[in-house]
């Protein structure tokens, strides 16, 4: 079993920035990816950006060159550095998990989300 608790978010303007982190623990020596993906309210859950071992993190072409994914492995801490912060980016944000063998879309963990709030 694997917990993820997310934290960082908050309410800024347009341009500006927010880390959001996201604290695991339990069994995490199989999960063998981690992301960040957004819901708005009205639309569909979408994915932000994915770090998988071993390989080179993948992001939404909508915050390509904003955003940056890290793992430290030293905190057990998944980061996501957002930068150049848009309204449209304004959503609750969620941690996830996905255990070694799955395939590549499917997490099985999820955290509870912390919000997000950018003005104009």
């Known amino acids: 079993q694997v917990e993820l608790v997310e934290s960082g978010g908050g309410s800024v303007q347009a341009g500006g920035s927010l880390r959001l982190s996201c604290a695991r623990s339990g069994v995490t020596y199989n999960i063998c990816s981690m992301g960040w993906f957004r819901q708005a309210p009205g639309r569909e859950r979408e994915r932000v950006a994915i770090?998988?071992?071993?390989?080179?993190?993948t992001y939404a072409d909508f915050v390509k060159g904003r955003f940056a994914i890290s793992l430290d492995n030293a905190k057990n801490t998944l980061l996501l550095q957002m930068n150049g912060l848009k309204p449209e980016d304004t959503a609750k944000y969620y941690c996830?998990?996905?255990?070694?063998?799955?395939?590549?879309?499917?997490?099985?963990?999820w955290g509870q989300g912390t919000q997000v709030s950018v003005s104009s």
């Open positions: 770090f998988t071992v071993d390989a080179a993190p």
């Open positions: 996830a998990a996905r255990t070694c063998g799955r395939p590549e879309r499917n997490f099985d963990y």
